[in-house]
T-cell receptor, first 112, second 116 residues
Framework: NAGVTQTPKFRILKIGQSMTLQCAQD?????MYWYRQDPGMGLKLIYY???????DKGEVPNGYNVSRSTTEDFPLRLELAAPSQTSVYFC???????????FGSGTRLTVV | AQSVTQLGSHVSVSEGALVLLRCNYS??????LFWYVQYPNQGLQLLLK??????LVKGINGFEAEFKKSETSFHLTKPSAHMSDAAEYFC??????????????FGSGTRLQVQP
C-alpha cells in the first residue's frame, strides 16, 4: 500500500519554464488536495478535487492548474514559473469524512 | 470559515522539560482537529487527532492534546522533551461538510527547539 506518491522530490526550474508535479494515490479516495508550504506560513491550499472530473480553486491558485481525469491521479501544472513559486508542495488525499488525510512526501521546487 | 492560530512561532525548552505548544481554533461546526510534526526536510507525520470522541487524545512519541471547547483550544503537550522532538509542529482543523472541499486549514506552525 503506497498511499500518496509524489514525483519528483526535487526540481529546479528556470523562470518562465513549465512543469507538472505528479500525485497518485492508491486508496480510492475521492478527495485530493494540493498545498504549498512556505516558511512561517504553514500550508496553503492551492487546488482541490472532490472526484474525477471535478476540481476547484483553493486559497492560492494563481499560476497553477490541475486536472483529475482518474480517481488515482491529480497532477499540478505550473505554467511560466516565477520565483514566487519556489516552495515545498504537498499532495494529500482523503475519503471525505474529515477524519483522515494522507499526505505525500512533498516536492521541493526552486525557481531561479 | 475555519481557522487556526498557533501562538509562538518558536518555542525553546530544555531536554526533560515540559513541552507545551498552543493551538486555538475557530470553527462554525464541531471541529475535527489535528497535530502534525515535520522533521527537517521531511514530510508531514500525523501526531494525533480529535474527532469528537475523548477530549484527551494520546498520540505517538508521548504527545497528547486536550480539546477544550470552552477555550476553543487544542494544545499539544509532552511531559518530558527529548532531543529528537526538535521539529516543526502544525495544528490543523478540517472544513465543515457544507464547504464541499472538506480540506484541512493549517496554522502557521511552531518550531520546537530542545536544548541539551
Amino acid at each position: 500500500n503506497a498511499g500518496v506518491t509524489q514525483t519528483p522530490k526535487f526540481r529546479i526550474l528556470k523562470i518562465g519554464q513549465s512543469m507538472t508535479l505528479q500525485c497518485a494515490q492508491d486508496m480510492n479516495h475521492n478527495y485530493m488536495y494540493w498545498y504549498r508550504q512556505d516558511p512561517g506560513m504553514g500550508l496553503k491550499l492551492i487546488y482541490y478535487s472532490v472526484g474525477a472530473g471535478i476540481t476547484d480553486k483553493g486559497e492560492v491558485p494563481n499560476g497553477y492548474n490541475v486536472s483529475r481525469s482518474t480517481t488515482e491521479d491529480f497532477p499540478l501544472r505550473l505554467e511560466l514559473a516565477a520565483p514566487s513559486q519556489t516552495s515545498v508542495y504537498f499532495c494529500a488525499s482523503s475519503p471525505g469524512d474529515r477524519r483522515g488525510y494522507t499526505f505525500g512526501s512533498g516536492t521541493r521546487l526552486t525557481v531561479v | 470559515a475555519q481557522s487556526v492560530t498557533q501562538l509562538g512561532s518558536h518555542v525553546s525548552v530544555s531536554e526533560g522539560a515540559l513541552v507545551l505548544l498552543r493551538c486555538n481554533y475557530s470553527s462554525s461546526v464541531p471541529p475535527y482537529l489535528f497535530w502534525y510534526v515535520q522533521y527537517p526536510n521531511q514530510g508531514l507525520q500525523l501526531l494525533l487527532k480529535y474527532t469528537s470522541a475523548a477530549t484527551l487524545v494520546k498520540g505517538i512519541n508521548g504527545f497528547e492534546a486536550e480539546f477544550k471547547k470552552s477555550e476553543t483550544s487544542f494544545h499539544l503537550t509532552k511531559p518530558s522533551a527529548h532531543m529528537s522532538d526538535a521539529a516543526e509542529y502544525f495544528c490543523a482543523v478540517s472544513d465543515s461538510e457544507d464547504t464541499g472541499r472538506r480540506a484541512l486549514t493549517f496554522g502557521s506552525g511552531t518550531r520546537l527547539q530542545v536544548q541539551p
